[in-house]
């Protein structure tokens, strides 16, 4: 599995640093974007899924604003042939040893698990179904270096690229 995450993040950090239309010079498994959510598809193991940036990032320290460093910040939908999604997070920096990550849909909150830089949910189906009725998600964790983060990742196009991402997976 974690060689797919490094594929993932590899891919994912040109969508999060391209232009919004697609070329075959920045990727060559992306095969759909849709809204703010882009489709890659991995033939060997089969994984295909579905990633967005955020639109806002807001990240402070005390109370106050800062400006900090951080590697790709980044929300997946990971499908495997016979198996459901399965959500992801990356915050762009390891999360404080024993913290939750905490993520607000439409006046649900979510807690996620974190190991060194990614964050996973004990019940990928609730968070799942939010994440298709909301509009947002906003995403709230902390760095080993005390630094508070908050992520405002766009729902648009969600339910469509994951509808994508698992057909392309059965």
């Given at each position: 599995m974690t060689s797919f995450f490094r594929r993932a993040l590899w891919a994912a950090?040109?969508?999060a640093t391209a232009a919004s239309t697609a070329s075959a010079q920045e990727s060559t498994n992306r095969?759909?974007?849709i809204t703010d959510w882009n489709v890659f598809v991995e033939e060997?193991?089969?994984e295909c899924w579905g990633v967005s940036k955020p639109k806002e990032t807001v990240n402070s320290r005390d109370g106050k604003p800062v400006s900090v460093r951080r590697g790709d910040i980044l929300l997946f939908v990971t499908f495997r042939p016979g198996k459901p999604g399965e959500v992801s997070f990356t915050g762009g920096y390891p999360f404080a040893a024993g913290s939750t990550v905490k993520v607000e849909v439409g006046?649900?909150?979510f807690e996620l698990f974190t190991d060194g830089e990614w964050a996973w949910p004990g019940d990928d189906g609730a968070l799942l179904a939010a994440l298709k009725a909301g509009a947002d998600a906003v995403i709230t964790a902390r760095s080993?270096?005390?630094t508070q983060t908050k992520d405002t990742f766009s729902l648009r196009g969600f339910?469509?690229?994951m509808e994508d991402a698992g057909k392309r997976c059965k």
């Open positions: 950090a040109i969508v095969v759909n974007t060997n193991p089969k006046g649900q909150t080993g270096k005390g339910t469509a690229a």
